[in-house]
């Protein structure tokens, strides 16, 4: 079975759907990959081109950086083994999801974010099995 975690960068509490993912993976012997979406960079980096203020160029590796430690921090209180391949992606989740498992076979894909409309909405359009875990 091959699963995708999906993270967005206001998610902060991580640790409960990497407890679940690590789990899952390790009894059912599935592949997992993981997908951030920094979608509060893409806003401050669309509010700063709306009011002509630059972002400082190190943002978007300080973003990176911070989830990562807490990724790693986390996924090391549970798993035996290494944190499986990490993406980060910059923009909308929507978008960001729908391109990222574009020509990818994944039979579920979980979500470490709050529920709502929105989330309904792209799980809807992505037509694969989802699990919400907050």
């Not at 893409?42 to 950086?65: C, I, Q, W």
């Not at 980060?88 to 979980?110: A, T, W």
């Amino acid at each position: 079975m091959k699963a995708l975690l999906v993270f967005t960068d206001t998610f902060s509490d991580c640790e409960r759907a990497l407890r679940f993912a690590v789990d899952f993976t390790q009894k059912l012997n599935a592949e997992l990959e993981i997908l951030v979406v920094l979608e509060d960079l893409y806003h401050l980096e669309r509010g700063s081109t709306t009011f002509g203020m630059p972002v400082p160029p190190d943002v978007k590796n300080e973003a990176v950086r911070r989830v990562e430690r807490k990724l790693k921090e986390n996924w090391e209180k549970y798993a035996s083994e290494g944190l499986p391949s990490v993406s980060y992606k910059v923009g909308p989740l929507h978008e960001e999801v729908k391109r990222f498992v574009e020509g990818k076979e994944y039979q579920l894909i979980m979500w470490a974010c709050y529920p709502s409309a929105y989330l309904c909405k792209i799980i809807d359009d992505l037509n694969t099995a989802s699990l919400i875990i907050k």
